[in-house]
Nanobody, 118 residues
Framework: QVQLVESGGGLVQPGGSLRLTCAAS????????MAWYRQAPGKQRELVVA???????MYENSVKGRFTISRDNNKNTMYLQMNNLKPEDTAVYYC????????????WGQGTQVTVSS
């Protein structure tokens, strides 16, 4: 079992910045890759950026150059630095962790709301 808790969301003006944090607990040793997803009302949950257990990021095109993912394995924490936020970034952002082995288990946090509006 892995528990994920997101924090850092809020209301920000276009062009502003937010830093999201995902704190992992439980069977941390079972975590392989991690990722940030987001889901806007009426839309499917979509991948924002993933990060390997070695720290290699894989960004969705719309956030390249604006978002930065990082992972601190010693602190069991993942971050998402979001700069130059746009209204289309508005969504609930979810932390994801995938287990090692097969079958894969996908763990999810409860989500944190990010609203970009003037």
């Amino acid at each position: 079992q892995v528990q994920l808790v997101e924090s850092g969301g809020g209301l920000v003006q276009p062009g502003g910045s937010l830093r999201l944090t995902c704190a992992a607990s439980g069977s941390i040793h079972s975590i392989n890759s991690m990722a940030w997803y987001r889901q806007a009302p009426g839309k499917q949950r979509e991948l924002v950026v993933a990060i390997t257990n070695a720290g290699t990021p894989m960004y969705e095109n719309s956030v390249k150059g604006r978002f930065t993912i990082s992972r601190d394995n010693n602190k069991n924490t993942m971050y998402l630095q979001m700069n130059n936020l746009k209204p289309e970034d508005t969504a609930v952002y979810y932390c994801n962790a995938d287990s090692v082995g097969f079958p894969r288990t996908r763990y999810w946090g409860q989500g944190t709301q990010v609203t970009v509006s003037s």
